[in-house]
DNA sequence: CAATGTTGCTCAACCGATGGAGCATGATTG
DNA sequence: CAATCATGCTCCATCGGTTGAGCAACATTG
């Protein structure tokens, strides 16, 4: 008695419903995959076919499917994390884009670990991956120089590099808005002008550095000089954020530019432990978007970053090519919150 | 010229190396999966291949592998949304848990979607994934029959089924607690003693009902008569949650329980636009728990759940197997908010 | 020095699905 | 009624790795 015969714990392959209907792997495989009617397969034994591998619970191995097509049709995404809106939507709804294209989504998550970075993309290499999406990558450079090397087209998100094309968002000019809407309230709100303080990220991260030159602009275009010993970019942790914030000692009105949501937990850790409202009144903004942001005091706005504008540019980069140009710069929103009454 | 001597685009294979190291494609193989030793390959060949792989920007083709090798390692999870901590962090530890293990994770999103969510488990399955996790899900029966009839292991997380091994926070206990923290910061802050208010949730859902047991027992354990008519599950999104309580017309003081992150999200803008804490007073509990629950004004606790033990658990189950039992409940913690200064 | 062992490889079958080529059978046409 | 066509299939090679079996060449042992 061969393998294939007893109906144990092995799978259902297209060969068992061969024998079952009577007929050739072949006319199996082809009314399975759709392309029964070009092969001349009659209705009949279509259907037939059909029932039987629904009541087996047949299910393609797509395994040894890929390994004869030519084309896979997965598309790669590798994000950092998982625990902010921005990284969650744009995980989300990669997949939800991908799957309306009939393109198949593979994404995992890398933890902002540039060694995991590296196995992931590997790993969606192995995977087939036709293009792979480095989201907020570390070293996009790298993983470009790898797909390069397995004939695979890649695309940088989030994040620029310089080999591969690169979507992003508007650093600059949303920086420069949330800047001045900082001063503005802070001048409304409190009476108070600058200069304004800044943390969170990191000085080795394009988008930082893009955001703090908004920062400044903003300030020094209203005749405020902006003071180097107020940007506290060392990284994106919350704690480290709390800790840079509680090394400082400012005492009256202070505004703050937070570098993302990550940051402002740290930030608001921050403000509930160590700030008076009364006595040290703050304004802060946020760089990136989260559904609470809009109820925490002293927040004044939230720089929005534009998820699904920068999948529709990213999609319409994986259908058509793109060229290694200047990264593509997609604008921000820019969602002001009133005051608390 | 052979298809294969052009060093085009089309990946390099162990074929390619076994030529260019003018050696056999078995030995590349043994080489590159490590099982060289045993095969006794000589040390100086092993580097020499290593070597090329490495110049050649060489990777392993897993259809390939996986078509002829046994076991996939593959485990696949459906997950409904990354819009939340509570699933993003299931899943980005779980994708971490699952290669300390030597695991493959593919974790999918489903959208809440039912059909959505069948799709994917096809999905998954077509991916020859030993083990299901099936988390969150709205129809965990339909998901299990379909494995079993592939002949692979499916585990239900966070939402049970009867038909697989389930693993969820046990809600009942964390409802009631939190139910009591409620009733103590409205009594201490209000001097108002009840009945509460419940929003959010599905009454389909088993959660929303085990969580509405503890909500209405820790109230009669108080002599508080819960009322019926406080009950405002009709989904889980923050539309729908504002709607319900845009509908009420309570007066004086309120306390609520809020019966999810995303729930909260209505609740905050309801409470913002519709309410005025000076007249009428509110406090809340969250069950489930976000970075920026503690910084909301009115909200006195929130009932965390435990992904760490849960998925802990789960790879228990995946490691050693597991009996279809009553699901297995994982105790939450309860983050306690002190009032705002 | 024949028997046995060790080292370092190669060969060929195989995993499951796919697609081009081909082959009966019956219907249609000149 | 032979030639042609349409219908409804089947056969077989193939994708790229993996694995058990096997085979030279050399070393060791009784």
Redesign the interface.
Known sequence: MSDREQN?????TIYDLAKLANTSPTAVSSILNGTWKKRRISKRLAEEVTRLAEE??Y??????S??RRAR?NIVGMIVP???N?Y???M??RF??MARERGL??????T?RNPDLEMEAA??L????AETLIATGATDPDRITA?C????VTSINLDLPGSAAPSIISDNYAAARALTEMILDRCAADLGWTGPLHFVGGRMSDHNTLERLRGFRDAQTARGITPVEQNVLARGYS?DQSEAALEQLRVTGPMGLFVNSTIS??GV?RWI?THR?EAEHPIRFGTFDW????????GNVGMARQDVGGMLAHLFALIENGGEVTAPILVPCSLESIAAA?
């Open positions: 144990s714990s092995k799978r259902t087996q619970g299910s393609t191995n797509i395994q040894a890929l390994l896979s994390k998982y625990d809106r990284f969650g939507d995980a989300e997949e939800a198949f989504p593979v994404v995992t998550c933890q590997k790993e290499l192995s995977f087939q790898l390069k090397a397995a004939g919350a402002l937990e608001m509930t008076d989260d559904p609470f942001g809009a109820f925490l005091p009454r």
